[in-house]
């Protein structure tokens, strides 16, 4: 199945914390599909539980495991809903398409648990030795079970947290997502010594195409954005730490020269540095407040 959209799946924060407390909780399987069926992420980084696993590798079942996802994935388009079924190897699975602006951005996948007590017979059938059977009863045995009236419940908070995602649009367009990965790199390695081409290589395109989107799109550069991150990240630091030198707070936030650091943060901010963490220092000394550890050195 091909996406001939400018769409995919990207989940913020949030909704990812949201699913994978819902999959910790339920002690359940949440996977996140591209559109095109790739497997994407799997809530809390959870692997394949240890009948999946046997089932895929002892048994040589990984392709029927695959042709199914693919064929429910269909089934969840056609449908445009929430698909429940009971996979070959006996275990409870639901997949669910997210549709952002009528277009299909991915899906999400619920599973590897167990409705009753009821033994894939089938499947058992064609284990080939007693040993690798009670290794797979016992995988089985262990499985999350719910009784069908909660595995109802389970479908219809899945529903929601669906709906949530394409309603919310938290399902976001690709260039939001080129925007929002650009924003997520610098977060990550602000204070680093990074360079556009590190940034480009990591997230998959070439330099030309982040500068011009960046210019194009939100008429700045990815200098600008990192600087204006540890301007940000300087002035976090003097609230957590009011007591800290101008150089400590430039070589906190990325900047390998404090020169520098202070006129860019006067240009930008309009007061100098020194200034600014003076200003907010005697603003948490009128609040009773007083937070961080007494620096030493001189600004």
């Known amino acids: 199945m091909s996406n001939s959209g400018a769409f995919d799946l990207f989940l913020s924060d949030e909704v990812q914390a949201l699913i994978d407390d819902f999959a910790a909780l339920l002690d359940i399987r949440v996977t996140f599909f591209s559109a095109d069926g790739v497997w994407m992420r799997r809530g809390k980084s959870m692997r394949n539980c240890e009948f999946c696993q046997l089932v895929q590798n002892e048994l040589g079942e990984l392709d029927k495991c695959l042709v199914m996802d693919g064929d429910k994935q269909a089934e969840a388009v056609a ?50 030795s007693p040993a690798l059977r009670r290794r797979l009863e016992a995988a089985f045995e262990v499985l999350p079970k719910f009784a069908p009236e909660k595995f109802s419940s389970i479908v219809g908070l899945f529903k929601t947290l669906i709906d949530y995602i394409a309603v919310r649009e ?3 367009l690709q260039s939001d997502r080129l925007r929002l990965d650009i924003d997520r790199y610098i977060k990550t390695h602000g204070a680093e010594d990074i360079r556009l081409p590190d ?25 600008e954005l990192l600087i204006e991150h540890r301007l940000r990240r300087a002035e976090q630091f003097w609230r957590e730490y009011p007591e800290a030198t101008v150089a400590e707070a430039a070589f906190a936030s990325g900047f390998t020269d404090q020169f520098y650091f202070s006129r860019v943060f006067r240009r930008r901010r309009g007061l100098p540095p020194r200034e600014y963490r003076d200003r907010q220092r005697r603003r948490l000394d009128s609040g009773g407040v007083h937070s961080g550890d007494s620096h030493d050195g001189a600004d």
């Open 79 to 128: 449908r445009r809903g929430i698909v429940c079924y009971r996979c070959h190897a006996g275990l409870h699975e639901g997949i669910a398409p997210i549709f952002v602006h009528n277009k299909l951005a991915g899906y999400l996948m619920i599973g590897q648990f167990r409705v009753g007590d009821a033994l894939p017979v089938k499947l058992f059938e064609r284990v080939p």
């Open 170 to 172: 938290l399902a976001v």
């Open 199 to 223: 940034m480009a290589r990591k997230l998959g395109r070439s330099v030309s195409t982040i500068s011009q989107f960046l210019r194009r799109e939100y008429d700045t550069s990815f200098k």
